[in-house]
């Protein structure tokens, strides 16, 4: 059974740091790349952050470039999100999703997400 469980969400003020984990089971997770997106109310799904493999390429939005960080422990089946400078944009529910797109097939998992809010 895959499992894709987020975790370290909570509140923080302007200008504070978080950082959140995912932690995988049920697939080859060395296989997947990893992403981290986010959803405010009332607006659309938005990419944050993902982190290839083997190569562990990374991308960002352009909003989080230079304040965000994602990295994942291959050992550890967890992918990471370092979260500074956060700002009452970045107010949201964190998603982690692990992607494996072949010839043969698209393999798109999704975690249940994990609250960030950021308010003074």
């Known amino acids: 059974q895959v499992q ?7 509140l923080v003020q302007p200008g504070g740091s978080l950082s959140l984990s995912c932690a995988a089971s049920g697939f080859t ?3 997947y790349a990893m992403s981290w997106y ?3 109310p009332g607006k659309e799904r938005e990419l944050v952050a993902a982190i290839g493999n083997p190569d562990s390429f990374t991308k960002y939005g352009d ?4 304040r965000f960080t994602i990295s994942r422990d291959n050992a550890k089946n967890t992918v990471y999100l370092q979260m500074n400078s956060l700002k009452s944009d970045d107010t949201a529910v964190y998603y982690c999703n692990a992607r494996r797109n072949t010839k043969d097939y698209l393999r798109d998992y999704w975690g249940q997400g994990t609250q960030v809010t ?3």
């Open 4 to 10: 894709l469980v987020e975790s370290g969400g909570g």
């Open 29 to 31: 997770f060395s296989a």
């Open 38 to 40: 986010r959803q405010a």
């Open 63 to 66: 909003s989080m470039k230079g």
């Open 118 to 120: 950021v308010s003074s």
